[in-house]
Structure formats: C-alpha cells, structure tokens
C-alpha cells in the first residue's frame, strides 16, 4: 500500500524558517501532483502549495514569496521550504499526492498523517 509520511514540523520563532518533508512509500508509479495543505485549530484545511511531474508550482496568496515547494522524483519526495514564518503559519501540515499505484490503472489522492509547525515567541 501507499503511505505518505512528513517530516520536519516543529517550533520556530516569528521571521525563522523550517523545511518540511514528504516521501511516498509503497509500490506505484511516480506522482504527478503532489502538495501541501495546511489546517489551524477551527479552521478549514486549506491548499499551501503544489507541484506537478513537470515542475509546475502553484502557491496559495498567502505564502507566495516566503515558501518554496520543491520535488525529488528519484526519491518520490516533495518539500516546502518556509521562510518568514509568521504567527498565522501554525497548523498542522498535510502532505498530498496523485499516485497510481502498481497493477492499477486508475489514479488515487493520498493524505499524509500531518506534521505540527508552530510559529511563536
């Protein structure tokens, strides 16, 4: 089966920066789009940022010019790299991907369990 783990959450001071991970493990084919949402306590889960195959980004307003998505396809890893991180930036970051998985023909969206960024003095 696919699993999607991330790495890299943790607490960081307003205008520091943390880079987070996410690898894919099991058996498919290498994902096509792959992202990153985010969730704040009573808040909606929300897109942050994603990547495709071909290195296409798409950033959500609030976080264009700070963060940084990136990919490793060799390793079926994406990344955000966060700078400026201010207060409004805690949550609960999601890894996502679009995978097909081996024997299958069909495409599938995979969550991974989160990893807690918090952003405080």
């Known amino acids: 089966q696919v699993q999607l783990v991330e790495s890299g959450g943790g607490l960081v001071q307003p205008g520091g920066s943390l880079k987070l991970s996410c690898t894919a493990s099991g058996c498919f084919f290498s994902p096509s789009a792959m992202g990153w949402y985010r969730q704040a306590p009573g808040k909606e889960r929300e897109l942050v940022a994603t990547?495709?195959?071909?290195?296409?980004?798409n950033y959500a307003d609030s976080v264009k010019g700070r963060f940084t998505i990136s990919r490793d396809n060799a390793k079926n890893t994406v990344y955000l790299q966060m700078n400026s991180l201010r207060p409004e930036d805690t949550a609960g970051y999601y890894c996502?991907?679009?995978?097909?998985?081996?024997?299958?023909?069909?495409?599938?969206?995979?969550w991974g369990r989160g990893t807690l960024v918090t952003v405080s003095s």
């Open positions: 990547i495709t195959s071909g290195g296409t980004t």
């Open positions: 996502n991907a679009d995978i097909r998985r081996c024997g299958s023909i069909t495409t599938m969206n995979y």
